[in-house]
Every structure is written in C-alpha cells, then in structure tokens.
C-alpha cells in the first residue's frame, strides 16, 4: 500500500511540473495576443468600455492658449503711410474640459453621433495677461458686412454704407481681452451682418448683437457642428458626417472631402505605427488636415511617434496644384488658406502663428512677425501601438484680408494686407496618472512572458530534478522480505572472492 501511495505521490509531482513547463511556454508564446484581444476590446466605441469612458469625458483637461496681436497703429493705415505694426499679447490661458453630449449611436451603420461642448476656465496665475487688457485689433464686424456688399446692388450697398456712418465704424476697434473672447461685446452693426446674411439665405449660429472670437462656446454645443464617426475598431473616430453634412457645400471637388479623417480624439489602433500620415478634422477651418511622420520620440518616458503640419495644409495651389480648389476666389502666395465660407461671409485666412511656414510676402506687410518653429510648429505624438495622443499641440492663426471695397467709403482707400488677429495653442501631454496607466497596458505583455518564462523554468527544475533523484536512488530489499521465502536465485560467489 505504501508502495501505491509514492508511486502517486511521485507521478503527481511528475504532472505538476510538466505542467508548469507547458503553461510557461503557452504564455511565452501566447500571452501578447491574449492580451491584444482582451484590451483591444475595451478600445471598442460602447457604452462601459473604458475607450467610451475617456473619448466621452477626457481623463485631464486640455490647456487652451490665446496670443492677441495688438494693433498699435491704426491711424496710420488707411493713408499707407507706414507699415502696420503689431505687438504680440498673452498667453491667456483657459483650462478646458470637453465632453460629449447628445450621443445617439447608429448600430445599422456603426457609427456613433453627438455634439461637442467645452467648459473654458481662465486661469490668471499662469497667464500673462489680464482679462481688463486693453487691446486694438481690426474690425471684423464691419469689415465682414462692408465685404458682403461687393455683391449687392446700389441701393443695398448704400444701406450697409449708412450703417457703418451712423454705429461709427472704425478699421479697427479698442476692446478689453474679455469682450474679445468669451464675453462678447455689443455691436449695432452685428444685426446688420445678420440682415446680410438672411438676404444672402445664409442660416447664422446666434441672433443677438454680441461678438467674441469665442462668444457662446463656454459650455455651449451649438456653434462646433453635429459629427457622426466610426465606432468600427478598424476605422474607429473616422468621421463620416459633419453637421449633417457628408461634404462642406461650399467647397469644391476633392478639397471638401474629409473621407478617413479623424474627427480629433480617436484613432484606430495600431494606425500611428505603420502611416506615414494621419488626418484630422478641424471644424473650425471646415476641413481636414494632414500630419505627416517626422520622428520617433519620447514622452513622459513612453515611445511615439510624431506627426507634424506641414506646407500643404496652408498651401492653396502654389505649392501643391492639387490644393487650387482651396482659393475659394482669392489665391494667394502660400502660407495662408482662404476659410471666408467657413467663417460665414467674414474674410478670414488662417495660418500658422507669425506666419510661420508661409511666404516672405507676408513678412514683409506687417511688423511684429517672429516665426519660430519650437513656438509655433502643429504637432500631433502618437503612442504606436494604441494610437493614443501622449501630446498634441495644435497651433493655428487668424488673420483678415483687408483690401479696397470701392463701394464702401470706409475702405475704399486702404491698402491690400493680411493683417493678424489672433492665434491660439490648443495643448495637451499625458500627465503621470494617464502615462502610468499607458505604460501598464504596453507592460503587461511583456510582464506575462517573464511570467511564463519563470513558470516554464522553475517547471523544467522541478521535471529535472525530480527524474535525477529517481535515477539516483539505490535498489534495496526491504527488512521485512526473507530470501529463503522467495523463489530468487542468487549468483554463486567467485571463491576468489570468498578468499
């Protein structure tokens, strides 16, 4: 019986350690593929995955940075006499906290709508600048509605020319940084652009005589768009409609189409670590960008992969023929790109900041313009594996083309510039909370097969050592067996050995 009880004994440790041995290799072998599936299921766009969990409220914050080019010589301006010199002003700095809200997915065609809304607080002690700055800039107010009137008959054109006499209209207008942000400040001649724009069937966003840069966007959904993206995980945040719309219907041919952008916060898994290019939506321009691969680097100790805006954002078919449909009626060297339909009537080029990437040509009109690529580079860096952003800076400027109107006495007489108003950086860097998490999810992997490998060995010691100790032991006969009462026959000495 005792007998019985070790052989068991010995086969059970026999099965335990081979065992080790091949769960060891398995997760060697297996473990990162496992893990691929278990944790590219929760990168899936449904509700109580953690991806819907950080893409519908963000796990930090995002840092908003607005620069004011304050006019200081607008006097000057519209008797040419001197170059327009502009002084740059800020950074104000918003933290910003985006969610998404009237979320509705689409299971027949996999895609998921909602809106945008962000909340904007100013944070003082990091900025340098107050929200009672006094700054001058141009007139977008008047300007926009002096430029609709290029189109309208005599008697129209004289009632925008009287508007601009009797609210005293300037070229440019004196404002705190409040009034030209988030507050807004009060203009008679806003309701004249909103009659503008209901003779010209154009639907505006707001109906009262406030503007602001970014007048009703604290906390508010309905000036950023409705999207509609992917939710599939091999095109996941892939717009597919924008504001109900599949294409811009003011822009022409391919220029209007956004097909395989990302709507800004998703992208596919594993897409930042075999393109060479990435696109992305801006809705403030109307269209999509392109970033193309520069570098591998480095970000809060996890490797990725940069990706930068280069000369064909801004180009509209100087450099890159294909891009002419962006004139939208008004080419222009590169280094600038034509949004007036996008920003409703309202002649607004946007840029890089100072101009940065564009042609001398506007340098060379304005004083005040320090490019520097460390400043004012558009940059995106993309962890490989998960394509999640470890950071984003996303740097754009506005800018007004003034020129003459010869039906608007007002600015009959000025000069043709593209004159700066404003640029703004929109920040983001994984914070050491979120970068730890990061790195946990592109360790596990690797922590499995250390796992596996330790199993495997201590397995292969344990099988060792076991089959060594087996063959080492002695063959004895137990006490309690007697020779005379068994049938066995021993060998006859040698007498040399009895001797």
């Not at 019985?4 to 398995?26: A, C, E, F, Q, R």
């Not at 008797?79 to 979320?103: A, C, D, L």
């Not at 609709?148 to 009287?162: D, H, P, T, Y």
């Not at 996890?302 to 450099?319: E, H, M, S």
Request: some cysteine; hydrophobic content about 40%; proline content about 6%.
């Amino acid at each position: 019986m005792g007998t019985k009880v070790n052989l068991y004994k010995h086969w059970k440790k026999l099965v335990i350690n081979v065992s080790l041995m091949l769960s060891g290799s398995l997760l060697i072998l297996f473990w990162p593929d496992i893990w691929n599936h278990i944790l590219f299921k929760q990168w899936e766009l449904k509700p109580g995955r953690l991806m819907y969990k950080f893409w519908q409220n963000p796990p930090q914050p995002l840092y908003l940075d607005i620069y004011f080019f304050n006019w200081t010589n607008p006097e000057e301006f519209t008797n040419n006499s001197s170059t327009p010199k502009f002084q740059e002003v800020g950074p104000y700095r918003f933290q910003e906290f985006p969610q998404k809200t009237n979320i509705t997915f689409h299971e027949n065609n996999s895609t998921v709508g909602y809106r945008k809304q962000s909340r904007y607080i100013f944070i003082p002690e990091q900025s340098r600048g107050k929200m009672t700055d006094i700054l001058t800039t141009p007139n977008v107010v008047a300007l926009a509605a002096s430029n609709q009137a290029r189109s309208f008959n005599i008697l129209k054109v004289k009632g925008v020319e009287l508007s601009l006499a009797f609210f005293g209209q300037q070229i440019s207008v004196t404002k705190t940084a409040s009034e030209l942000l988030f507050e807004g400040y009060e203009d008679s001649m806003v309701g004249v652009a909103l009659e503008i724009a209901k003779i010209m069937g154009i639907n505006m966003p707001f109906n009262d005589n406030r503007f602001g840069w970014f007048y009703e966007r604290n906390e508010s959904s309905q000036l950023i768009g409705h999207f509609n993206v992917d939710t599939s995980l091999s095109t996941l945040g892939q717009l597919r409609e924008w504001t109900m719309m599949a294409k811009p219907k003011f822009l022409e041919t391919n220029c209007g189409s956004y097909k395989g952008a990302s709507a800004g916060d998703l992208f596919p898994p594993k897409l930042a670590k075999k393109s060479q290019m990435i696109s992305v939506f801006a809705n403030d321009m109307c269209r999509s960008i392109d970033l193309d691969f520069v570098e591998e680097t480095e970000v809060e100790g996890i490797t990725g992969r940069k990706f930068v805006a280069g000369d064909r954002v801004i180009d509209n078919g100087t450099k890159y023929p294909e891009n002419e449909c962006y004139c939208n009626g008004e080419c222009v060297p590169s280094g600038v790109l034509n949004i007036t339909a996008c920003r409703l009537g309202a002649p607004v080029f946007v840029s890089y900041p100072h101009f940065y990437r564009g042609d001398q040509y506007y340098l060379d009109q304005v004083e005040g313009m320090k490019p520097d690529k460390e400043k004012h580079e558009f940059f995106m860096t993309l962890e490989p594996k998960t394509s999640l952003p470890l950071e984003v800076a996303g740097r754009f400027q506005l800018n007004l083309l003034v020129k003459p109107i010869p039906k608007i006495k007002m600015y009959r007489d000025v000069p043709t510039k593209f004159l700066p108003i404003v640029w703004f950086e929109q920040y983001f860097k994984v914070d050491n909370q979120l970068s730890l998490m990061i790195k946990l999810m592109l360790w596990i992997p690797f922590i499995g097969q250390i796992l596996g490998f330790i199993i495997a060995i201590i397995g292969i010691y344990q099988t060792y050592k076991f089959t060594y100790a087996q063959q080492g032991k002695k063959f004895t006969i137990p006490k309690d067996i007697s020779l005379e009462s068994t049938k066995i026959r021993l060998p006859e000495l040698s007498p040399l050995v009895n001797q």
